[in-house]
């Protein structure tokens, strides 16, 4: 297969590394499945792209871009913003979810301390 | 009938439409087992209405899933030393009448995990196409895997024996407990008997399959089924 640049050779096998890996740390559970999709995906795509030249030159034929690195590069950063943005309303909902559960923590805790105290005052 | 103590544990997610009439047919149905709704961050009155039918409910301040539900109703089956837990819908899907059949493997120690399946004989149900491809392709996956027929991984009419309960309270798939959790409970030496019941319509509330999550599901459960065959059971 005919490749562009030694670059694109070096995406490639990068991208199919990274998904190797980040398959590795769903199996070590480091990672959860639901975060991995994005990664899975993005590499395969980038690795599809990096390895399929004609693919490649032809996605940067329809979309108008002026070189082929142009158009990884352009994928490339679409995931990652893609995955950021993903990760914002994730840390939104865990902040969201962690106020509820200080919240009931605290309410929980008065409510021990109140009963502790009604129990030592009963004893008295 | 052995003096094994059964729990039926009923995770439920804003189901106060429905839950009245579940908990009063399993009382009327199965008199013997104790009940337990884990309100699983609710925003209706489920809660309520399973305090005034006199069941114990656990709350969860947050949702955390099917998955993480039916984990706190675990611990609290052991904790309050039931030797079985098992698992049913609160939507009326599943019909105490086959609690008791459900129940004979285990009871018999026949089994560790016994499910209860709509589709391994022939029943009334009828899924929509993409539930019985679904149903299918992780049948075949568990197939493959474990080298046994289970037609409806994604039964969540079920019972757990106190090992099983032992281990999930520790490690369980938040989200969906289907394939991936029976190749791993079956890694894991426990054995999974499928026991045929029929299944109702639901009665009211939402069904928990969303169009993202349907999107979502066979990704997951995929990545989830081969991590669990190449894990070390551990």
């Not at chain 1, 991995?36 to 030159?57: E, R, Y």
């Not at chain 2, 709509?118 to 992780?138: C, D, E, I, N, Q």
């Not at chain 2, 928990?208 to 990545?223: I, S």
Request: proline letters at 4%; a positive charge; hydrophobic letters at 45%.
């Amino acid at each position: 297969m005919p490749f562009l640049s030694r670059t694109q050779i070096i995406v490639a096998v990068g991208a199919v590394l990274l998904a190797i890996y980040v398959l590795d740390l769903v199996r070590r559970r480091r990672l959860s499945e639901e975060y991995s999709l994005l990664w899975v995906v993005a590499s395969v795509v980038i690795a599809v792209l990096g390895f399929s030249t004609p693919l490649l030159t032809w996605i940067t034929r329809v979309l108008g871009v002026l070189g082929e690195a142009s158009t990884v590069f352009a994928f490339g950063l679409a995931f990652a913003v893609a995955m950021l943005l993903y990760l914002s309303i994730k840390l939104s909902r865990l902040g969201w979810e962690n106020q509820v559960l200080t919240r009931e923590l605290a309410l929980l805790r008065h409510e021990v301390e109140a009963l502790r105290s009604a129990e030592r005052r009963d004893r008295r | 009938m052995s003096g094994l103590r059964v729990l039926v544990i009923i995770p439920s997610h804003n189901e106060e439409a429905s839950l009245p009439a579940t908990l009063a047919e399993v009382r009327a149905k199965c008199p013997s087992v104790s009940l337990l709704v884990v309100d699983d961050g609710s925003r209706d009155a489920t809660s309520q209405v399973a305090i005034e039918a006199g069941v114990p409910v656990v709350r969860h301040s947050v949702n955390l899933g099917v998955g993480g539900a039916l984990q706190t109703g675990f611990r609290w089956a052991l904790e309050h030393g039931f030797d079985v837990g098992v698992q049913l819908d609160a939507d009326g899907q599943h019909d105490p009448d086959y609690l008791e059949t459900l129940l004979a493997p285990v009871r018999a120690g026949q089994c560790d995990v016994a499910i209860g399946s709509r589709y391994s004989t022939r029943t009334g149900y009828r899924a929509p196409w993409h539930r019985r491809l679904g149903m299918v392709v992780f049948s075949g996956v568990v197939r493959m895997a474990l080298g046994q027929r289970i037609t409806d991984t994604t039964s969540g009419f079920r019972a757990y024996s106190r090992p099983v309960m032992q281990v999930c309270q520790h490690d369980f798939p938040k989200d969906f407990p289907d394939a991936p959790l029976l190749i791993a409970l079956s890694r894991r030496g426990f054995r999974l008997v499928e026991v045929a019941v029929e299944m109702r319509e639901r009665v009211a509330g939402q069904s928990f399959y969303t169009l993202g999550k349907q999107l979502y599901y066979p990704y997951k459960n995929l990545l989830a089924s081969l991590m669990a065959l190449m894990r070390r059971p551990v």
